[in-house]
Structure formats: structure tokens, C-alpha cells
């Protein structure tokens, strides 16, 4: 699958749902209850996975992502309740609306601001929904300053945010 996905330059990787609870039924219940720190885990393991078979694939796409197929349950929109939240849904319905699509970041590289210092400080990982600009830095190992830092946001990695 991997393969016929790079064969195409995508960056979704789609696996089937009932394929992974006869193989991996562990795998399977982990994902309906922790949908987003298995996808995490999932979407790695396929950039790196991907980037063994392929290593110039990385000029092509920045991260793959996992998406599932063949998932046995489907609510209708009007169904879901708060029991459902952080939990894997197959969702039937219309988008009525939308939001915009903004970046939010993923890996931050700093730059350390200390008079005489021109040292890059990263990559470092930003969890989402962190609003601490450099403070995961900790001090700079060139001067041992504990700052300021500001974004180098040439440098920084991306996702999209909606």
C-alpha cells in the first residue's frame, strides 16, 4: 500500500479498518478509544516507514498521514452525543459550514536573542494548543542564556489547523 501511495505522490496512506481488527485487534480497540494519540503514533511510524522505502520522498511530502477505511459503525450527525467526543466516529451528514484552515506549529526553531548570539536553537516539539513562544527552549547552548528567543519561522514545520 505503501508503494501504489507513492506511486500516486499522495500523503494519505488508507488502511482498512476490518483488516486491522483481524490482524491487530489490540491495535484496533486502542484506535476507537485514543483516536488521537494513535493517529500520532500512526502517522510516524508511515512518514518513516515511507521515507525507509523511499528516502527522496521527503522532497515530494512533508508527513504522511493514516487514514482508515471500512470503519463497521456510522452515526448520522444529529446523533452524536458528548460520549462520542475523543472517540474514532464514521459521520453521515452536510457541511452546512466551515472554518478557515490556519497553520498552527509543529516543530519551532528559535532564535536565541542574546547580545553577540547567533544561535539556532531546535527542533523542538510544540504540542497543539501551546501558546509558550520559546519556552521550551530551556537556555542556549551556545551562550547559556535563558533568553529571549523568537521564532525562526523559516525554519519551523507546519499543520493545518482548522
Not at 28 to 51: H, R
Amino acid at each position: 500500500q505503501i508503494r501504489a501511495m507513492a506511486s500516486s505522490n499522495l500523503s494519505s496512506l488508507s488502511i482498512s479498518y476490518t483488516h486491522l481488527t483481524l490482524a491487530q485487534p489490540t491495535l484496533a480497540l486502542w484506535l476507537v478509544e485514543a483516536p488521537s494519540d494513535m493517529f500520532d503514533i500512526l502517522d510516524e511510524t508511515a512518514t518513516s516507514s515511507t521515507y525507509r522505502l523511499f528516502p527522496s520522498y521527503s522532497n515530494i511530502r512533508d508527513e504522511i498521514h493514516v487514514r482508515f477505511t471500512h470503519y463497521p459503525i456510522t452515526d448520522g450527525m444529529r446523533d452524536l452525543r458528548r460520549v462520542h467526543l475523543e472517540r474514532l466516529q464514521q459521520v453521515r451528514g452536510v457541511v452546512t459550514r466551515r472554518t478557515a484552515v490556519f497553520p498552527q506549529l509543529k516543530l519551532g526553531y528559535y532564535d536565541c536573542r542574546a547580545l553577540g548570539c547567533v544561535e539556532v536553537i531546535g527542533p523542538i516539539r510544540v504540542d497543539p494548543g501551546t501558546t509558550d513562544e520559546g519556552g521550551g527552549c530551556g537556555s542556549c547552548p551556545k551562550c547559556q542564556s535563558t533568553g529571549p528567543f523568537s521564532l525562526n519561522s523559516s525554519l519551523s514545520k507546519y499543520r493545518n489547523y482548522q
